[in-house]
Nanobody
Framework: QVQLVESGGGLVQAGDSLRLSCAAS????????MGWFRQAPGLERVFVAA????????YYTDSVKGRFTISRDNAKNTAYLQMNSLKPEDTAVYYC???????????????????WGQGTQVTVSS
């Protein structure tokens, strides 16, 4: 079965950086888009970033543009989210996700993804 396992979260100060990883297994990683979402306490899970299967195109929510970078290493079956200049409002549980099917453009809403990791906590103190 498809498994996604996030790692790399933690407690950091405002302005610091973190790199999240998402290790995938159970199917051919390189042919499916990947996405990152986050969920703060009491709020809905929201889109953060997405990347096409080849890594050639990336998409970001406005609040993280210029600070976060999504990437993937298809040889390692791993997706990444590099987060720089972190702010307290970035505090959330971060989830990686993969689509059920082979789509060209990665969805920017949670309904477009069928496989999810367990999440990793990111806490940014001011």
């Amino acid at each position: 079965q498809v498994q996604l396992v996030e790692s790399g979260g933690g407690l950091v100060q405002a302005g610091d950086s973190l790199r999240l990883s998402c290790a995938a297994s159970g199917r051919t990683f390189s042919i499916y888009p990947m996405g990152w979402f986050r969920q703060a306490p009491g709020l809905e899970r929201v889109f953060v970033a997405a990347i096409t299967s080849s890594g050639g195109s990336t998409y970001y929510t406005d609040s993280v543009k210029g600070r976060f970078t999504i990437s993937r290493d298809n040889a390692k079956n791993t997706a990444y989210l590099q987060m720089n200049s972190l702010k307290p409002e970035d505090t959330a549980v971060y989830y990686c996700a993969s689509t059920y099917g082979r789509v060209i453009s990665p969805p920017v809403n949670s309904q477009g993804y069928g496989y999810w990791g367990q999440g990793t906590q990111v806490t940014v103190s001011s």
